[in-house]
């Protein structure tokens, strides 16, 4: 995997540094640094971007997921950013609707931070911290979309993620299949009843004998 580098500018001005990698999957890692005004590079961590990884993903939103490696324990990732100097750390993942992105701020991303990269409580971002987050996610986003790769990476992530995604389709088809045919027996139970009851009203009143 070859990494190629990125000057991006955010919506409120901040700079940043970028080293993408592109994994065979179509998962895009940002390793990010933030270039201060004295341009002092300062390093933050890790961003991976790529499709919504759900089994029943919503056409155009984007994952984001801090930090390095696995997608569902946070704990087990490494390179968290940071947003600032010395924290706090930005952790977990988000799936975003691009449409939903604003240039005036970051107020449109609910990110949680932490303390520390990994095993220690997260919480909701402070309104500064939050404003700085979702200023800095945005930009990678839209960077991540307006790249001549990304048909080519949405491909690559959809069919690396077509096996459990075609099994949780067959997982909800059975269900559904059991479903019907629980319908169908109820069906045909309430079916049997009335046919019953209205042999017994026939009985009763004779309108069936000549």
Do not use: C
Not at 70 to 79: E, K, V, Y
Request: charged residues 25%; proline residues 5%.
């Amino acid at each position: 995997m070859s990494a190629t580098t990125a000057t991006i500018e955010t919506p409120t001005g901040r700079v940043l540094k970028v080293e993408i990698t592109d994994d065979q999957f179509g998962r895009s890692t940002y390793a990010t640094s933030l270039v201060k005004r004295t341009g002092e590079v300062l390093p933050m961590g890790s961003v991976v971007i790529h499709p919504d990884h759900r089994t029943d993903p919503k056409p155009g939103r984007v994952y984001v997921q801090f930090g390095e490696g696995d997608l569902n324990d946070r704990h087990a990732r490494t390179n968290v950013p940071t947003i600032g100097g010395d924290g706090p750390y930005l952790v977990g993942g988000a799936i975003l609707n691009p449409n939903k992105i604003t240039d005036e701020d970051g107020r449109w991303f609910r990110s949680r931070v932490a303390s520390h990269p990994t095993h220690s409580h997260s919480h909701s971002a402070g309104e500064e911290t939050g404003e700085r987050a979702g200023d800095i996610v945005g930009a990678l986003v839209k960077h991540w979309l307006a790249r001549p790769e990304h048909t080519a990476l949405t491909t690559a992530y959809s069919k690396f993620r077509a096996p459990e995604v075609k099994a949780a389709l067959h997982a909800k088809l059975a269900t559904l299949r059991a479903n019907i045919t629980g319908l169908e027996l109820t069906a045909s139970d309430y079916e049997s009843k009335i046919a019953f009851l209205d042999l017994v009203h026939q009985d009763e009143t004779g309108t069936d004998s000549e």
